[in-house]
């Protein structure tokens, strides 16, 4: 059964995109990853959406502005991931959880 808590940060295949415009592409990908995400309009909350750079097939969708894919420079996990990512799904959207 896929795991239903609400995931830090998503990893979204790129062919789930939908629309010839960018402003469609990031409307189709926000309606997959905010619920997934547990997006809260009334807080001001959003999908914010990372495009990663080729050969990536995938974009880094989060809801926090700051965070990031690996622990920064002076951390001592510095380069690691900063998420616990989970298989994908049968749409092949992979969730993380924050590791710290």
Same mark, same amino acid.
């Given at each position: 059964?896929?795991?239903?808590?609400? !995931? #830090?940060?998503?990893? &979204?295949? /790129?062919? @789930?995109?939908?629309?010839k415009r960018?402003? +469609?592409?990031?409307?189709?990908?926000?309606?997959?990853?905010?619920?997934?995400?547990?997006?809260?309009?009334?807080?001001?909350?959003?999908?914010?959406?990372?495009?990663?750079?080729?050969? !990536? #097939?995938?974009?880094? &969708?989060? /809801?926090? @502005?700051?965070?990031?894919?690996?622990?920064? +420079?002076?951390?001592?996990?510095?380069?690691?991931?900063?998420?616990?990512?989970?298989?994908?799904?049968?749409?092949?959207?992979e969730r993380?959880?924050?590791?710290?």
């Amino acid at each position: 059964m896929a795991d239903e808590r609400i !995931a #830090d940060a998503l990893y &979204v295949p /790129k062919a @789930l995109r939908a629309g010839k415009r960018m402003v +469609d592409r990031v409307y189709f990908v926000s309606l997959i990853a905010e619920p997934l995400l547990g997006v809260d309009y009334a807080a001001g909350e959003r999908a914010l959406i990372r495009v990663l750079p080729p050969p !990536a #097939d995938k974009d880094f &969708v989060t /809801k926090h @502005l700051h965070d990031t894919q690996f622990f920064p +420079d002076g951390h001592p996990h510095a380069r690691q991931p900063r998420y616990r990512w989970e298989p994908p799904d049968d749409r092949g959207i992979e969730r993380g959880y924050l590791l710290e």
